[in-house]
């Protein structure tokens, strides 16, 4: 099944919003905007996950809800310089369009340690768009 128009749209503003965004832990990553076809409508177990993309199945794995892997970027501090403003910015914009554009929003961390994460969220005809980072966590 090829894209609808939407669904390229949403896909595109996904990329844009992710254009040079990382992720902070003990290490900064970006991330990189996945779609996975041959998944219309299927729900996804965290062992789909782990076979999406290619990890062995006995793979720890953790799934959060979008909010609360989001919460410690979305937050304002005084100490903030004006980049890391625009920073929170951006990650409070990024969480507003996956909310309104993709249903089923989960997070999945998976492994310990170096963690690769996915951000998986249905499009309207039902694909799954995944936004992947990685973090250290030691």
Known sequence: MSLTPESE??????????????????TDAPFE????????????????????????????LEVLAVEAFFAPALTPQ?????V???ETQRFQALQRLLSETLTQLQVYRCGEIELEIYITGQLPTG????????AVET
């Open 9 to 26: 749209a949403i896909l595109a503003r996904l990329a844009a919003s992710v254009e040079d965004l990382q992720w902070h832990s003990e």
């Open 33 to 60: 905007l996945l779609y996975w076809p041959g998944t219309v409508g299927k729900q996804l177990a965290p062992a789909d996950v782990l076979k999406l993309v290619g990890l062995e199945s006995d793979t720890p």
């Open 78 to 82: 005084d100490w903030h310089t004006p």
């Open 84 to 86: 890391e403003v625009e």
């Open 127 to 134: 694909e799954w768009a995944v936004l992947h980072t990685s």
